[in-house]
Structure formats: C-alpha cells, structure tokens
C-alpha cells in the first residue's frame, strides 16, 4: 500500500459507462485516494486547488461540460499545472485534437491508449502524483518568500521610521546644543563685558590719575586701588578659566574634580552636596573624565534648579572589570522617566536628554529611577576606556 499525502486524491472523470467506478476501484485497491466527479455540480475550483491529478476519458472533454472544467483549469494558479491523465481510444487526429484542447488549459498531460492496463494506469498516477508534488514545494518556497518578503519588508519600514526618528532627535540634539553654545558664549561675553571691561576701564582711570598725581602721599592709594583692581580682574579670569577647563580634573583625575565641583556647588548655590567617589574608578582618558564631569555638572544644576532645597548626593564607583558607575540623586519632587523622549520643551528634559544620548553614543547604559514626588536618581555607566576606543568597539560589534 501507497503512504498517501495531504493533496493526493485523484479526481476521477468518466462520464460513459462504469469506467469512473472501475478505474477509481484499481487506485483504492493500490493505496490511491481517489474521488469519482459526476457532471457539472461536481466541478469547483477547490475540487482543482486540492487535487493531485485528474484522470479522465476522452468523452469528458467531448461533453457539453467540458468548457467549464477548461476553464477552471486555465485559472489555476501560477505555480499549478494540474497534471491531466487522459483515456482515449480514438485515432491519430483525434488524440491530437484531445492533446491540443487539454494542453491549452493544463501543463502537463498524458495521454493514455485504451485498453490500458492496471500497471500502466498506476505508474501514469504515480509519475502525475510526483509532479504534483514538485508543485507544491514551488507553492511552499512561494509562500515562505512572500512572507520573508513581507517580514524584511516590514522590518525595512520600521528601521527606516526609527532612522527618522533618530534623524529627527539629532537634529533636534544638534539646534539645541547650537543654543546651548551660544548661550554659553553670550554668558562669557557678558562676564567679560560687564565685569572684566569694568575693572580694566577703571585700573586705566585711576592709572591716569596715578599718572597726573605729582603729590606722592595722593598717589599711594591711588595705586592700592590700581593693585586692588587688578586683583579682582586676575581672580575673575581665574575663576572663569577654571569654570571652563579646571585643573582638578586634569592634574588629579575625576574623582578629585567630583570633590571640587561639589565644593562650587555649595559655595555658589548654598545647598548640602556629598561625595562618595573611588579614585580607582577614574577613568583612563581625558575625553572620558570631561564628558562625564561636564555630566554631573549638568546633574547637579539640574538637581539645584527643580529640587529646590534637596540635600544632592553624587556616587562613583568602580564596577569590574573596567567600568565606572556614577549616580547623581535628589530628594527633590522627581518626574516621570517616559516625559524624556515627549517634547523636549524644558531645559531639564533636554540635558537630560542630551545626557543620555551621548552615553548611548559611547556604548554605556543610562538609568533613571523617578517618579512624582519621590525624588530623582540618575546612573551613567561606562567603560573606563577613552570615548574614541568604546565608539571603535560599538563599531566593530554591530558589523
């Protein structure tokens, strides 16, 4: 006995006589599965789609119905060629007639002289059933490529609307540090116009009163005031020196620098910041202890501005092998994380933004754990190495 498939059964279509029940009961006996068609009502195309081939005798495709069965085969789908197996007992003009109608409707046909014998008749059956198979495997592989298609399709259009996300988020990122930029720049000017300028303008006033002064006792204050001007003038470009680049950070690495920043901050905003900071957590290049000291600085502003009053706390440690963790918390009123990615319409949520992006930039994680009114507390963690080298690795491990 024959394993039958799924898509296996052989329509039988014998219109004449009892040949349909006599040739359908030679393929059950030899493990076919087989379905005698009887008229018009019979044919369908699901009765086409899920046939393994169609055994029929020449007066079927003689018959008034024969169009309809044509028809249904000539709209079978790209990967079908129903394999016709046809009984004929006619001439050579006639055989050829049959061949011409049935080969304008289906692709493979054989044609088959009668008396045939059960042998013969099997083996046709069996050589049909293995074409038809062979179609099947093409419908699959069809099948499996439309969806791979469609799933690569699908997963184009997604990396392309994250990529224009992302585009949209840079471009943002990028008019906003421009602003930053130039807030920053117009803040200097500011401090050397209103500050520096005056001091000097007044160091030339008094130095051509000096100079007019013949008397020496009315020079002498005027020259303490001189030295007192330019005091205040060399401290001022100290401190805007050291605002900008200071030296803590270095001449004795991130962790002292950590320490001084704290120090600034209680001086300059008169809040309660600590500092637990592991010197063997500093990290080795410079371009990653100015990222993320301008980081904390940013943090703690943040922290200064919305948790008023809040006692800041900044952490940094060493996490083997060789990354360094720094957490910044307030017990400030907090907010809600997932407002980050919504319109960055607060200072806040842009260098927190601007923040976050950067160590997504050099392959370290970002954490924030807030929530209303129960404070904020923000992770950075990297590795230790220099920015251009975390970049490199990030490079080389996406390829």
Known sequence: MLRRQENERVIVIAP???????????????????????????YSRQMIDSAGALL????????????????????????????LIILTSGGESRRAGLLNLAAAAAGTVTLLERP???????????????????????????????NLNQTLEQRVAERTAKAVEQAQKLRLLSAQLSLA????????????????????????????????????????PIAREIADVLE?????????????????????????????????TRKNYNVKVTVEADSSANP????????????????????????????????????????????????????????LDAQLTSSQKFGLFNIRERVSSFGGEFHINSSPKRGTQITLSLRRGSATQVRSRAARNST
């Open 16 to 42: 004449v006589g009892q040949d349909a029940v006599a040739m359908a009961t030679s393929l059950d006996a030899q493990g076919f599965e087989t379905q005698i068609c009887d008229g018009l009502d019979g």
């Open 56 to 83: 029929l005798t020449e007066e079927a495709l003689e018959s008034p119905q024969d169009s309809l069965l044509l028809d249904l085969l000539k709209g079978q789908p790209p990967w079908s060629e129903l394999p």
């Open 116 to 146: 045939v014998s059960k042998l013969t008749l099997m083996r046709s059956v069996q050589v049909a059933l293995r074409s038809r198979r062979r179609q099947y495997q093409v419908r699959d592989l069809v099948s499996q490529l439309a």
């Open 181 to 220: 930029e130039e807030a920053e720049r117009r803040r200097i000017a500011e401090m050397l116009h209103e500050d520096l300028q005056q001091l000097l303008v007044a160091a030339r006033m008094q130095l051509a009163a000096l100079c007019r002064t013949r008397d020496a006792s009315e020079r002498t």
């Open 232 to 264: 205040r003038s060399f401290k001022l470009t100290k401190s805007l020196s050291v605002e900008l680049a200071p030296p803590v950070l270095y001449e004795h690495g991130l962790a002292a620098a950590l320490e001084w920043l704290a120090a600034e």
């Open 284 to 339: 080795k290049a410079a371009d990653m202890r100015i990222f993320l000291f301008r980081a904390v600085r940013e943090l703690l502003l943040n922290s200064v501005k919305h948790a008023t009053g809040s006692a800041l706390h900044v952490t940094m440690q060493h996490l083997r092998p060789d990354k360094v963790r720094i957490i910044v918390a307030d017990g400030g009123p907090g907010f809600d994380p997932t407002s």
